[in-house]
């Protein structure tokens, strides 16, 4: 697994643009390839979760959503994942009422150059992407990392936290809330 201080390897994965529920809505594909030069000089929130059309995941995709403007604001894309198509999420879309013209990103990574197993976070025995989430800064260097198991879903408000300290380029003391004092 990558973890701080490594480079963001070369992917290509489908994303489905923000606010798309259909393949094509008034001429407009909900698709498009993202990659390593996909938001450049914006920091990037990557986040994976198993499978589509599951329990968990919806949580977390749901409260990421409801933080997407605050990372908007301190320049971050929010990307979340898993390795089922495109057109599954487009689906999940619209048949979840939560997730219903979605206001971040979701990638499909099922292709050759897979996110999944270029960070190392697939899980070996069920073959899907662990709970993995990477922050990663404007030049493509991971600055976080966290992974749970399938079954724990994580806190997005922590990944908020987790960003805007990194974003100081101080000493931040431990839970040290968004916008708090640096040492």
């Avoid at 990659?35 to 450049?40: A, D, Q, R, T, V």
Wanted: with cysteine.
């Amino acid at each position: 697994m990558l973890t701080v201080g490594d480079k963001l390897p070369e992917f290509e994965v489908v994303g489905v643009k923000p606010g798309f529920n259909m393949p094509e809505e008034n001429g407009v594909s909900a698709f498009e390839t993202i990659n390593n030069s996909s938001f450049e000089g914006k920091w990037k929130i990557i986040f994976f979760y198993p499978k589509d059309f599951t329990f968990v995941c919806p949580t977390e995709i749901v409260e990421f959503a409801k933080l997407n403007e605050e990372f908007a604001d301190r320049d971050a894309v929010v990307l979340g994942g898993s390795t089922d198509n495109e057109f599954v999420k487009l689906a999940w879309r619209r048949e979840h009422p939560d997730l219903k013209s979605l206001n971040q990103w979701s990638f499909a990574d099922n292709g050759v150059k897979s996110l999944v197993d270029g960070l190392g976070v697939r899980d070996q025995v069920e073959n899907v992407a662990l709970r993995a989430t990477f922050v990663v800064d404007p030049h493509g260097v991971i600055q976080h990392v966290s992974v749970n198991n399938l079954n724990v879903g994580r806190n997005p408000a922590e990944v908020l936290r987790i960003l805007d300290g990194l974003q100081t380029d101080e000493l931040c003391p431990c839970n040290r809330a968004v916008g708090g004092d640096t040492l």
